[in-house]
């Protein structure tokens, strides 16, 4: 089976999501993806075993982390000691045979290490070089380290959700990380094309603010064009009630959009059995629904509370009404619809057998993308990346392990 990054290896030298999130997205598409780590420790999301008192350790699992298999997937994970010459020049030979270089290192940090895009350009010109970092590449605070919650914070993304005057909200677990990791895999595959078209390699750089940024696009928009902040979402207060979200007789939730309102109020009103509201002078139009927000949204709610929530959905479908549930991620694996776009797919993991993880979100008539494998053991395929790549032997490995390079 042909996938779309078949026959592209790439050489990732970092930490955390933000950047290996992307290069895990790459071997999705089926590049070759080699992971550089520590000879000790390794990717420090190895050690990360919970946030507070969640904790992020696989049950079954032999000790696997939650964050590690989520940006460790597809990968082969050397170890290597590249502050020891030997070392480097190893990670140099690799890099050499490489199509695509990413680190989510800060930029001092790459410089002492000598990896950074200059260097590795003068061995491989055709390299694609993905830096990943906080804020950019420019700028005062370039060289400053960041997490997820930096990109949320900076970006507006807090005070940009819930209800207006709650103080800012932060979203977990690792969504400006992931975003990042997109844009990070995007930016690559867009200079892979470049170089396919015009045949040289260049530097690309993601950030978690940038990635942050985009994913407020419109938001940031009305900031710059129109002078303000899109207000926060008032679900029983002045806009579009029918553009909201209802509790139903279950206790679960449903979301309503749409928008304008106009188009489908008669058959909204007749679906949800009151009718008698169609006409009626405060509710006849967008703009009298809007005035009188706080008094439809009542009677929305009483009306919501008298069935579950799969009857509406079903009275929905029947009227071509936009209702969807309101889900738990953890009702995500009992929704047909994630399930019928594989959303979420089978993977044969370590030590539980077949579970279900994220699937690739986009499909492809004829490349399909595709989680090939869990995350890797520190240092799984040392061995078999430097004797298959580098031609080193047996005694080659030996001499190196001895001397705690490998």
């Not at 290996?20 to 000879?39: C, F, H, N, S």
């Not at 309102?261 to 009151?274: D, M, T």
């Not at 006849?284 to 949204?297: F, I, P």
């Not at 009857?311 to 991620?329: D, T």
Request: charge should be negative; hydrophobic fraction near 40%; glycine fraction near 10%.
């Amino acid at each position: 089976m042909t996938r779309l990054l078949d026959g592209i290896r790439v050489v990732e030298w970092g930490g955390w999501h933000a950047g290996p999130g992307g290069t895990a997205l790459l071997g999705d598409l089926g590049a070759e993806v080699i992971k550089i780590e520590g000879r000790i420790d390794g990717d420090p999301e190895r050690a990360s075993k919970a946030l507070g008192s969640f904790s992020l350790e696989i049950p079954g699992g032999g000790g696997r982390t939650l964050l590690f298999e989520a940006s460790g997937r597809n990968k082969k994970s050397i170890t290597l000691d590249i502050t020891k010459p030997e070392g480097k020049e190893i990670a140099y030979r690799l890099v050499d045979q490489a199509d695509v270089f990413l680190t989510n290192h800060r930029k001092s940090v790459v410089a002492k290490q000598g990896f950074e895009y200059d260097t590795l350009r003068k061995r491989n010109p055709r390299l694609v070089y993905a830096h990943v970092s906080a804020f950019g590449r420019n700028g005062p605070d370039a060289d400053l380290g960041g997490y997820d919650f930096q990109g949320q914070a900076r970006s507006g993304f807090m005070t940009a959700m819930g209800p207006p005057g709650i103080p800012p909200l932060l979203i977990h677990l690792g969504v400006v990380d992931q975003m990042t990791a997109f844009t990070a895999s995007y930016a690559v595959i867009a200079a892979l094309l470049a170089r396919e078209r015009h045949g040289f390699g260049q530097e690309v750089h993601a950030s978690l603010l940038g990635s942050a940024m985009c994913l407020l696009y419109c938001n940031i928009l009305s900031a710059q064009l129109l002078g303000k902040d899109v207000p926060r979402h008032d679900r029983s207060g002045p806009g579009n009630p029918l553009r909201n979200y209802y509790q139903c007789q279950d206790g679960k939730w449903v979301m309503l959009t749409h928008n304008p309102g106009q188009r489908y109020w008669p058959q909204f009103c007749q679906a949800l059995g009151i009718s008698d509201l169609i006409d009626d002078p405060r509710f006849h139009s967008d703009a009298a629904r809007g005035q009188n927000a706080n008094e439809l949204v009542a009677i929305l709610d009483q009306a919501f509370a008298t069935k579950p929530r799969e009857q509406w959905l079903a009275i929905a479908r029947q009227a071509k009404l936009l209702f969807g549930p309101v889900n738990f991620v953890t009702d995500l694996a009992d929704d047909p619809q994630v399930l019928a776009n594989d959303y979420l797919v089978d993977l044969d993991f370590p030590g539980l057998g077949l579970v279900k993880v994220p699937g690739f979100p986009i499909q492809f008539s004829e490349t399909p993308a595709k989680v090939r494998s869990a995350a890797p053991e520190l240092g799984e395929h040392t061995e078999e990346v430097l004797s298959t790549l580098l031609g080193l032997s047996s005694s080659d490995l030996d001499d190196l392990r001895q001397r705690e390079i490998i």
